[in-house]
C-alpha cells in the first residue's frame, strides 16, 4: 500500500490511496467514502482529486479519517496540503520546512530534503568551490572564516556531513577532499522554492558587494534600454549562452592554481508592466 511520505501532491496520494481501497473492497463506492468522511456532496472526493476543489481544516480531517491514516501520517498530510495549496512564494517554503520535520528517518524523500538545503543556504555551494581551492584546508574554522559573509562554524561542519551524505564531495586516495561530478538533483515540486530562495540569497550578497567589496574584487555593469518583445528574447537566450562560455573558461580553460571562489549573477528584468 502507498505511503503518505512517498508523495508531495497530496491529490496524487489521495487518487492511489482510494484505487487500492477499491482494488482491495470490491464494495467500495466514493458514495460510502464521502459519507465516512463527512462529505455532504456525493462527488466531494472526486473533485478534490481532480483539483476542482481545495481542502480546508475540515476537509483534511475527514480525508484522513476516510483514508485511515494515523495520527503521524495525519499531521504530514496537514502539512502537505498547505504545502500544495500555498498561494506564495514564503508560505510555500514555510510549509515545505514543515514536511522536512516530519519525514521518517532514512526515507529517501527525507535524505531528498538535503538537495534542499544546498539552494536554501548560499554557501553549500561555495563550499562546493572552496574544496576545489589550491589552498583548501578540512577545518571547519578555516572555512568560517574563507567565506563572506563569515558562517557560524557549525553550519559549516553540518553543511560538510550533508555534501559528503550526497556525494557531492568524496576524499581522493590521498584522503583529501573533492568534488564529484554528481549531479545536484532537487525533486521538481521544491525546485521552483529553492531555486528561488538561492537567487534571492545571492542578490542580497550582491548587494553588500556593491557597498562594501574593493573595486578590483568584483565588476558592476548596468544598462537600462527600451527594446522590442523580440530583442528581450534575443537578449536572454546571448546571456544564457554566455553563462555557457563562462563555465567552460572555468572547467577547461583554467592553467593557474584557483585562489578564490567568486558567483557571477546574470539578470535581465522589466522596468515597465505589459509588453515591451
Given at each position: 500500500m502507498n505511503k503518505i511520505y512517498d508523495y508531495l501532491d497530496y491529490r496524487e496520494f489521495i487518487s492511489d490511496r482510494v484505487d487500492h481501497i477499491r482494488d482491495t473492497n470490491p464494495n467500495f463506492s466514493y458514495r460510502y467514502f464521502n459519507k465516512k468522511s463527512g462529505f455532504k456532496s456525493p462527488n466531494h472526493l472526486k473533485q478534490i482529486m481532480d483539483g476542482g476543489k481545495n481542502l480546508g481544516r475540515k476537509g483534511m480531517y475527514g480525508i484522513c479519517k476516510g483514508l485511515g491514516l494515523s495520527d503521524k501520517e495525519a499531521r504530514f498530510f496537514e502539512s502537505l496540503v498547505h504545502f500544495n495549496q500555498a498561494k506564495n512564494f514564503e508560505d510555500k517554503e514555510k510549509h515545505?520546512?514543515?514536511?522536512?520535520?516530519?519525514?521518517?528517518?532514512?526515507?529517501p524523500k527525507f535524505l531528498e530534503t538535503k538537495f534542499y538545503k544546498i539552494f536554501t543556504n548560499w554557501y553549500y555551494v561555495a563550499i562546493l568551490e572552496l574544496v576545489r581551492l589550491s589552498n583548501f584546508k578540512e577545518n571547519a574554522h578555516w572555512i568560517s572564516r574563507m567565506l563572506k559573509p563569515n558562517v557560524p562554524v557549525l553550519k559549516v561542519r553540518a553543511a560538510l556531513v550533508d555534501l559528503i551524505d550526497m556525494g557531492l564531495i568524496v576524499r581522493n586516495p590521498d584522503g583529501k577532499l573533492e568534488r564529484t561530478d554528481k549531479m545536484i538533483a532537487t525533486p521538481d515540486e521544491i525546485k521552483d522554492v529553492a531555486v528561488k530562495r538561492f537567487k534571492q540569497q545571492l542578490s542580497k550578497l550582491a548587494q553588500v558587494s556593491i557597498e562594501k567589496d574593493r573595486h578590483f574584487d568584483k565588476e558592476n555593469s548596468t544598462l537600462t534600454m527600451a527594446l522590442s518583445e523580440e530583442t528581450f528574447s534575443k537578449i536572454k537566450k546571448r546571456m544564457q549562452d554566455f553563462k555557457d562560455e563562462i563555465r567552460t573558461l572555468v572547467e577547461e580553460g583554467e592553467s593557474?592554481?584557483?585562489?578564490?571562489?567568486?558567483?557571477?549573477?546574470?539578470q535581465m528584468f522589466k522596468l515597465t508592466n505589459g509588453g515591451v
Amino acid at each position: 500500500m502507498n505511503k503518505i511520505y512517498d508523495y508531495l501532491d497530496y491529490r496524487e496520494f489521495i487518487s492511489d490511496r482510494v484505487d487500492h481501497i477499491r482494488d482491495t473492497n470490491p464494495n467500495f463506492s466514493y458514495r460510502y467514502f464521502n459519507k465516512k468522511s463527512g462529505f455532504k456532496s456525493p462527488n466531494h472526493l472526486k473533485q478534490i482529486m481532480d483539483g476542482g476543489k481545495n481542502l480546508g481544516r475540515k476537509g483534511m480531517y475527514g480525508i484522513c479519517k476516510g483514508l485511515g491514516l494515523s495520527d503521524k501520517e495525519a499531521r504530514f498530510f496537514e502539512s502537505l496540503v498547505h504545502f500544495n495549496q500555498a498561494k506564495n512564494f514564503e508560505d510555500k517554503e514555510k510549509h515545505y520546512n514543515e514536511l522536512i520535520g516530519k519525514y521518517p528517518a532514512k526515507h529517501p524523500k527525507f535524505l531528498e530534503t538535503k538537495f534542499y538545503k544546498i539552494f536554501t543556504n548560499w554557501y553549500y555551494v561555495a563550499i562546493l568551490e572552496l574544496v576545489r581551492l589550491s589552498n583548501f584546508k578540512e577545518n571547519a574554522h578555516w572555512i568560517s572564516r574563507m567565506l563572506k559573509p563569515n558562517v557560524p562554524v557549525l553550519k559549516v561542519r553540518a553543511a560538510l556531513v550533508d555534501l559528503i551524505d550526497m556525494g557531492l564531495i568524496v576524499r581522493n586516495p590521498d584522503g583529501k577532499l573533492e568534488r564529484t561530478d554528481k549531479m545536484i538533483a532537487t525533486p521538481d515540486e521544491i525546485k521552483d522554492v529553492a531555486v528561488k530562495r538561492f537567487k534571492q540569497q545571492l542578490s542580497k550578497l550582491a548587494q553588500v558587494s556593491i557597498e562594501k567589496d574593493r573595486h578590483f574584487d568584483k565588476e558592476n555593469s548596468t544598462l537600462t534600454m527600451a527594446l522590442s518583445e523580440e530583442t528581450f528574447s534575443k537578449i536572454k537566450k546571448r546571456m544564457q549562452d554566455f553563462k555557457d562560455e563562462i563555465r567552460t573558461l572555468v572547467e577547461e580553460g583554467e592553467s593557474q592554481s584557483r585562489t578564490a571562489v567568486a558567483h557571477m549573477n546574470l539578470q535581465m528584468f522589466k522596468l515597465t508592466n505589459g509588453g515591451v
